[in-house]
T-cell receptor, first 113, second 116 residues
Framework: QKEVEQNSGPLSVPEGAIASLNCTYS??????FFWYRQYSGKSPELIMS????GDKEDGRFTAQLNKASQYVSLLIRDSQPSDSATYLC?????????????FGTGTLLAVQP | DAGVTQSPTHLIKTRGQQVTLRCSPK?????VSWYQQALGQGPQFIFQ???????QRGNFPDRFSGHQFPNYSSELNVNALLLGDSALYLC???????????????FGPGTRLTVT
């Protein structure tokens, strides 16, 4: 079993729709979770962090965490073509001074105009 | 507020050579982590530096080494380059143990290394 599993996609949604991105992880000890957006040829950009069970909203983005199910998701409301990118889920493994991020392979999101 | 910077942007090396990549963390951050991202894959953790010491290491051989300087900047060195080392090398900065549990990592633009 992979440490972090994401559907590689592509996930295709029409402009204005809600995009739902899912991620499962294997390490029950993970306490922090991060979503990054990566445009082709660019570096990952942090868009959401979540530390507690439940929902966390920031603008058009909502992260949802369920530690018992080892599941984290990202909802993007009113999807725009500019949201088309690969979305990387990364639980943190805190053993050193800061998190060791463990990335999935990412889900490619394509928003159709 | 300067973000994370990395140099060089691109690099082409020959098998067997050695390479040094550089990173300056975001202002106020004291911890640097290095990741390798192969094409089509998520970033893989190489190691992490805090207070000028390597604090955590991923599954990378000893050919990969690093250093952190008193100003928190960092270098990644790779010896005896292999074709498989071709990848995007990413530096991420964050707050370390003094961060109060806020461990968000911010990535630099990366260095694209090609080994021929």
């Amino acid at each position: 079993q992979k440490e972090v599993e994401q559907n590689s996609g592509p996930l295709s949604v029409p402009e204005g729709a809600i995009a739902s991105l899912n991620c499962t992880y294997s390490d029950r000890g993970s306490q922090s979770f991060f979503w990054y957006r990566q445009y082709s040829g660019k570096s990952p950009e942090l868009i959401m962090s979540i530390y507690s069970n439940g929902d966390k909203e920031d603008g058009r983005f909502t992260a949802q965490l369920n530690k018992a199910s080892q599941y984290v998701s990202l909802l993007i409301r009113d999807s725009q073509p500019s949201d088309s990118a690969t979305y990387l889920c990364a639980p943190g493994d805190l053993r050193g001074a800061t998190n060791k991020l463990i990335f999935g392979t990412g889900t490619l999101l394509a928003v159709q105009p | 507020d300067a973000g994370v910077t990395q140099s060089p942007t691109h690099l082409i090396k020959t098998r067997g050579q050695q390479v040094t990549l550089r990173c300056s963390p975001k202002s106020g951050h004291d911890t640097v982590s290095w990741y390798q991202q192969a094409l089509g894959q998520g970033p893989q953790f190489i190691f992490q530096y805090y207070e000028e010491e390597e604090r955590q290491r991923g599954n990378f051989p000893d050919r990969f080494s690093g250093h952190q300087f008193p100003n928190y900047s960092s270098e990644l060195n790779v010896n005896a380059l292999l074709l498989g080392d071709s990848a995007l090398y990413l530096c991420a900065s964050s707050l370390g143990l003094a961060g109060g549990g806020r461990y968000e990592q911010y990535f630099g633009p990366g260095t694209r290394l090609t080994v021929t």
